[in-house]
């Protein structure tokens, strides 16, 4: 026995010493493949542009900017008869950050007539963030946009940790009062219906294994669990959480993270989602096929309703917040693709172009930002143009057609 205890022992050292390699080279090197974004050329306004209000509303629809009454958060726009004031988002360009900042513009018939700020000052020039024109992905199709634990929105954290495990901040990794009671559900029921996984045991499963339901991956996931704990803390194990899971499915490409999910179901960045909208997201978790909100809108309205209360039953939020946010719709945009699909010809040109300078592993890996000059006032003026010919000269041919018959009878 002492000799059969040893060499088990010195197994189990082996095995443990070879995962806590594979936690740590993962987690520690490059964690996801990123793709390429693609965008637009940033608008830039200017007194005395040559600009309508109807080309600004085509250009802020590109953006997924909403149109209020009253502007108070970024990605918000108030309209007027000759006047529009807008709450612009910070962004990244090529030559510098540019923070978010409230604009307000006048129009005089189809020109820009004057810029301010949000304090009346006069602008010289000001510039919209570009729009998104597509992406270059890699083979697996996973797609995601990282965001930092400092960037979610509020209650994302605190409906996540609610609804999938509330003792995160004080367990080690995984939670045995947690195993036991799954256990306990499993026996009464016959068959696996509980878990009973932390939230570090579900981004060991998602980032490492394999959604497989085998006693052998459960029994690799929670010495992993452990190890990722043992290395790293507790923030920066769920900021990889917060960009890893999986939330959804468009098309061919799998929907990863808070970041992502927020553009496919809400249509905007994750940091303008009010309450009832990241108590969706969380609620998601669980089963993004099953609370699909646009095929299960009841199951998925419960299901956020249940996150809702339990952020009141934790004192999280109020009762007037619970009642106002569970009157509210789903709000879920109607489109079920991340693709734009507007561009594709002028992607797939952009494509043709980078490949002549870039890998396809880079392209599709890295994380690339890429500006071009594709204006989408013009494509619009130019496919509304096309659309207008095409049917006058269907037109056009139905007549002549009608006045050969007529002369040939």
């Not at 696996?192 to 996984?197: D, E, K």
């Not at 194990?237 to 799998?254: D, F, K, M, P, T």
């Amino acid at each position: 026995m002492l000799k059969l205890t040893l060499v088990l022992s010195v197994f189990a050292a082996i095995g443990l010493a070879y995962l806590d390699m594979q936690v740590r080279t993962k987690f520690e090197g490059k964690r996801w493949a990123l793709p390429a974004k693609v965008y637009a050329r940033p608008l830039e306004l200017y007194s005395g542009q040559p600009l309508s209000m109807d080309d600004l509303k085509t250009e802020l629809d590109g953006l997924g900017y909403r149109f209020v009454r009253s502007t108070a958060a970024p990605g918000q726009a108030e309209w007027a008869s000759s006047r529009v004031r807008l709450h612009t988002r910070g962004f990244v360009f090529p030559d510098g950050y540019e923070p978010s900042r409230q604009l307000l513009l006048d129009f005089r018939g189809n020109s820009l007539s004057r810029i301010r700020d949000g304090e009346g000052r006069s602008l010289p020039l000001a510039r919209l963030e570009p729009v998104l024109v597509g992406g270059i992905y890699p083979h697996s199709n996973e797609d995601r946009d990282l965001i930092r634990i400092s960037e979610a929105p509020p209650y994302l954290i605190e409906a996540l940790i609610g609804i999938e495990d509330r003792s995160y901040y004080d367990h080690f990794g995984i939670s045995l009062k947690g195993i036991a009671r799954a256990m306990w559900v499993n026996i009464q029921a016959g068959r696996f219906v509980q878990g009973g996984s932390t939230l570090t045991q579900q981004l060991i499963k998602n980032f490492y294994l394999t959604a497989d339901r085998t006693l052998l991956r459960k029994l690799t996931e929670i010495p992993m669990a452990v190890l990722l704990e043992l290395h790293y803390g507790k923030d920066e194990i769920l900021e990889a959480y917060l960009n890893e899971v999986y939330l959804g499915q468009s098309g061919a490409r799998a929907v990863h993270g808070f970041g992502l999910a927020s553009q496919y179901y809400f249509g905007r960045p994750i940091q303008e989602l009010q309450l009832h909208q990241v108590a969706l997201l969380a609620g998601l978790v669980k089963g993004p096929s099953y609370y699909d909100p646009r095929r299960h809108p009841e199951r998925a309205r419960e299901r956020r309703d249940l996150v809702l209360a339990i952020l009141e039953e934790r004192g999280i939020i109020t009762p007037e917040q619970l009642a106002e946010a569970r009157s509210r719709d789903l709000d879920v945009v109607k489109t079920r693709s991340l693709h734009k699909g507007a561009y594709p010809a002028y992607l797939d040109l952009v494509k043709r172009q980078l490949r002549e300078d870039y890998r396809d592993e880079d392209l599709s890996s890295e994380g690339l930002r890429v500006f071009t000059s594709l204006d989408p006032i013009v494509h619009r003026r130019a496919e509304a143009a096309m659309v207008e010919t095409t049917a006058q000269l269907e037109k056009s041919t139905a007549r002549n057609s009608r006045a050969c018959r007529a002369a040939w009878w």
